[in-house]
């Protein structure tokens, strides 16, 4: 079946410092990727996405490239803001497959300390 | 007004209470779903509607009851409920996936937080 795996949370790190929150999927067809975003007191919105095999998604500074051999799609940001507080969603959709469905991870909650 | 709108914002609601949460989507999008975002769990889905029609129904507890009156509004009718119901629930939207052009990607609204005493 589809599913996604994110790492843990929370994670902290100081203003500017570099982020990788990992992301694995298991899928059994093609499935496109997506990282979403929740900012405190708000709904998810869409970060980032990518469709198919080695697809780089990039928003807002973040980039996550889709890796099918190693079934990965990690989210990665070089300098990273106060603003940029908030928790992290991966997601999967196919649907060849699995028609609506979206599978999204646990979330990892990211703070960015001054 | 654009994007996902949900009423109300909060909500609390003792066991034997009748309520119902609102989404209303200004996007034209034709496919609706409704997710429960507890703490330490992922993102479950609820239901989802694709051109007005229930498509899918994830095992949820029939205190739970889904009403999709068209392709813009989704309504969540609360009745019974127990205190482990007690989330953010989260009603979402996307255009109807195709397959030449990808998963349609969703848009989520801010969230009914939903407290049951």
Redesign the interface.
């Known amino acids: 079946g589809n599913s996604?795996t994110q790492m843990e949370g929370p994670v902290t790190l100081s203003e500017e410092a570099f982020l990788t929150i990992n992301c694995t999927y298991t899928a059994t067809g093609y499935p496109?990727l997506?990282w979403?975003v929740q900012y405190p007191?708000?709904?998810?919105?869409?970060l980032l996405?990518a469709?198919k095999a080695d697809d780089k998604g990039s928003n807002k500074g973040f980039e996550a490239t889709y890796r099918k051999e190693t079934t990965s799609f990690h989210l990665e940001k070089g300098s990273v803001q106060v603003s940029d507080s908030a928790v992290y969603?991966c997601?999967l959709?196919?649907?060849?497959s699995d028609?609506?469905?979206?599978y999204?991870?646990?979330?990892t909650s990211l703070t960015v300390i001054p | 007004e654009t994007g996902?709108t949900?009423t109300p914002r909060h909500l609390v609601m003792g066991m034997t209470n009748k309520k119902s949460l609102k989404c209303e989507q200004h996007l034209g999008h034709n496919?609706m779903?409704w997710y429960k975002q507890s703490a330490?769990?992922?993102?479950e889905?609820m239901f989802?509607y694709?051109l007005e029609e229930r498509?899918?129904n994830n095992s949820v507890p029939s205190r739970f009851s889904p009403e999709c009156p068209n392709s813009s509004h989704l309504f969540l009718h609360l009745h019974t409920l127990q205190p482990e119901d007690s989330a953010l629930y989260?009603c979402?939207s996307?255009q109807?996936?195709?397959?030449a052009g990808?998963?349609g990607?969703?848009?989520?609204?801010?969230?009914s937080r939903l407290t049951v005493l």
């Open positions: 996604v496109s997506f979403y007191g708000e709904g998810l919105q869409l996405k469709t969603f997601a959709s196919d649907p060849e028609g609506n469905q979206f999204f991870g646990t979330g | 996902v949900q496919a779903y330490k769990k992922p993102l889905l989802v694709s498509v899918e989260l979402a996307s109807e996936p195709t397959l990808g998963p990607e969703l848009f989520f609204g801010e969230g």
